[in-house]
């Protein structure tokens, strides 16, 4: 199915944390609001505590097949509880434990700073996410009077064991539910429209994906209360038309008769002129 979500017992292996909706169209686990769940019992709730190996892959050199040798270019990665073969990958490929991706958020989730929303595994674990959203009452007074829970982002981190993409730790508005969605933000934090930080599965991708998540929600509450700041004050200061003329209209919707290509013989340029 497009959601390509992973399955154990006929169940899938996703949550969902305080919605007051069926996790997935009944077909996941729904967790009541309130409720603590740490990361490693949203793992096990998932099955994503699954560990993941490298194995060699082997060839024939010539047609009779009599000779089996093992590449030294290829290998691939392994699902160890089911077997499942997850993706072909290269010598200098490091396998990064889903329990060892999590991690940097896992204090984060103990603290109540960040409550978990969803988790899943795709693609039979190929792909694994938790998803968590910030206590907004940890945020200060203008944060909280300022700010609804809708605005402050989610903290997503996400791992891959096919050898495709890489894992990653990103600020994002976007709230994962599915492999469609987990690709809508990642291709938001590619383009740069939101915050993301890439993490190879090459050396010390571990302790790559702990300096990602300090780097990318380090002073973020901080960062939230000096916007916050900035955004009351734009909301008290009242502007005269001029001025809202000059700042806003002409950057948000510019009259085209002003700019420079503008060709006032064209037909679309006949149709501006008519209703100015």
Not at 36 to 51: N, P, S, V
Not at 79 to 105: H, I, K
Not at 139 to 163: C, M, Q, T, Y
Request: charged fraction near 25%; hydrophobic fraction near 40%; aromatic fraction near 8%.
């Amino acid at each position: 199915m497009p959601a390509e979500l992973a399955y154990t017992d006929g169940t899938a292996d996703f949550l969902e944390v305080g919605t007051g909706r069926s996790a997935w169209h009944r077909e996941g686990h729904l967790i009541p609001h309130g409720r603590e769940l740490t990361i490693a019992a949203a793992l096990e709730l998932i099955h994503g505590d699954y560990e993941v190996v490298r194995q060699p892959t082997f060839y024939a050199p010539d047609e009779a097949g009599i000779e089996i040798r093992q590449s030294r270019r290829a290998f691939l990665t392994v699902r160890s509880d089911t077997g499942q073969e997850l993706g072909a990958v290269g010598p200098g490929y490091t396998v990064l434990q889903n329990r060892d991706a999590f991690r940097a958020l896992e204090p984060l989730v103990d603290e109540g700073v960040v409550r978990l929303e969803t988790g899943g595994v795709l693609r039979s674990g190929a792909d694994i996410w938790m998803l968590g959203r910030f206590d907004i009452e940890r945020f200060g007074l203008v944060v909280r009077e300022v700010f609804a829970d809708e605005v402050v982002p989610f903290a997503l981190f996400s791992n891959n064991h096919s050898g495709r993409r890489t894992a990653c730790v990103a600020l994002t508005p976007i709230r994962v539910v599915c492999g469609n969605t987990l690709g809508f933000a990642e291709r938001r934090g590619d383009s740069g429209t939101d915050r993301m930080i890439k993490i190879s599965h090459t050396g010390e991708a571990a302790t790559k994906m702990v300096e990602a998540a300090e780097t990318l929600l380090g002073g973020l509450i901080e960062r939230f209360e000096a916007v916050a700041r900035q955004y009351r004050r734009l909301k008290a200061t009242r502007l005269p038309e001029y001025l809202f003329t000059r700042l806003v209209l002409d950057e948000v919707a510019p009259d085209p008769r002003w700019r420079p290509n503008f060709n006032p013989e064209a037909r679309t340029a006949e149709l501006v002129l008519r209703r100015a």
